[in-house]
C-alpha cells in the first residue's frame, strides 16, 4: 500500500504536507493533512508584452526584461540575480528561503476560536484560502463539527516559508483556511461609521506578521556566520486518523466563546 494511502486512505492531488493539531488544552489530535491553493490564479490564458516597432513589419516578438547596473552597466536577466542586501548584509536568496523554512513548524496549530456569524467584521483582514485535504472520514467530522457549533478555528500555520495566521472554516463543498493579511497593511478607515468591536479587535491583534522580526534574525544570524547552526524544526511523525476527536475542544457551547486566543 502506498504511503499516500496509509496516511489519508485514499490517494490525493498534490499539495503540501502538514501536521494538523487540534486542541486547545493538554489533550491534543494530531493529524496529517495536504493543503492546496482552493482557487485557481488565471483562466489558463497567457498574454505577453511585444514589441511595437516590431509589430509594423507584421512580426510578432515578445519583449524581454533586464536589469543594468547603473555603476558598471553590466546587464542581467532576472535568474543572474542571487544576490540581496538589507542593513548591509549580503545574502542569496537560497539562503534566506532555507532560514525561513527551517525555522517554522509544518504544522496547523489551533490557537482559538470564532463565531461563524461574527467573521464578517474580520473579512478585511481575508487572503488567499486553501483546501484541506485529509482522510475522507476525518474530514467530513470535522466539517460538520465546525458547522454544528457555529465555530471557524483560528489557526497558526507554516506553509511555503512562512508562519502565516488563518481561520479554519467549512465553505459549501470544502474544509478551507483562510489565511490572514498583516493587519499592519489595512487602511484607516476614511469615514468612520461602524461602531468598536471586540471580534475585530481580536482578530486584527491576531492576525500581525512576525515576518519582519524573522527577517531581522535572519540577517543577524548572516552578519554572525552562523547559518550552519540552523538546523529544521522537526516535526513528530502522525500515522493515519480515521475520525475526529472532538474531546480536544472541551464543551464549546458551555464556554459561549465569540472569539478567544489561547
Known amino acids: 500500500m502506498s504511503k499516500n494511502r496509509l496516511k489519508f486512505g485514499v490517494p ?36 505577453h508584452m511585444i514589441c511595437p516597432n516590431c ?3 507584421n512580426k510578432i516578438v515578445r519583449v524581454e526584461q533586464r536589469y543594468q547596473c547603473p555603476s558598471c552597466e553590466n546587464i542581467y536577466e532576472s535568474g543572474e540575480l542571487n544576490l540581496r542586501v538589507s ?16 525555522t517554522i513548524k509544518k504544522e496547523i496549530e489551533t490557537v482559538g476560536i470564532v463565531s461563524l456569524d461574527d467573521l464578517y467584521m474580520g473579512v478585511e483582514l481575508f487572503g488567499t484560502t486553501y483546501e484541506i485535504m485529509a482522510n475522507p472520514n476525518f474530514l467530513r467530522d470535522l466539517y460538520n463539527y465546525l458547522i454544528s457549533q457555529r465555530v471557524g478555528l483560528l489557526v497558526r500555520f507554516g506553509y511555503s516559508g512562512k508562519e502565516r495566521r488563518g481561520i479554519i472554516i467549512p465553505s459549501a463543498k470544502k474544509l478551507l483556511i483562510v489565511s490572514l493579511r498583516d493587519s499592519a497593511l489595512i487602511k484607516e478607515p476614511a469615514l468612520e461609521i461602524g461602531a468598536e468591536s471586540a471580534v ?15 527577517l531581522m534574525e535572519f540577517i543577524e544570524m548572516k552578519r554572525r556566520g552562523m547559518l550552519g547552526e540552523v538546523a529544521p524544526v522537526e516535526v513528530e511523525d502522525v500515522q493515519g486518523v480515521t475520525e475526529l476527536d472532538t474531546s480536544v475542544f472541551g464543551d464549546l457551547k458551555k464556554e459561549k466563546i465569540v472569539v478567544k486566543v489561547r
Request: aromatic share 10%.
Open 12 to 47: 490525493l492531488p498534490r499539495g503540501s504536507e502538514l501536521v494538523l493539531v487540534l486542541g486547545f488544552g493538554e489533550k491534543k489530535q494530531r493529524v496529517c493533512v495536504k493543503i492546496r491553493g482552493s482557487v485557481s490564479k488565471d483562466y489558463g490564458v497567457d498574454s
Open 55 to 57: 509589430i509594423k513589419k
Open 87 to 102: 542593513d548591509g548584509v549580503v545574502y542569496t536568496k537560497e539562503e534566506r528561503k532555507k532560514y525561513m523554512s527551517y
Open 200 to 214: 475585530y479587535d481580536t482578530l486584527v491583534a491576531f492576525a500581525k506578521s512576525d515576518e519582519g522580526d524573522r
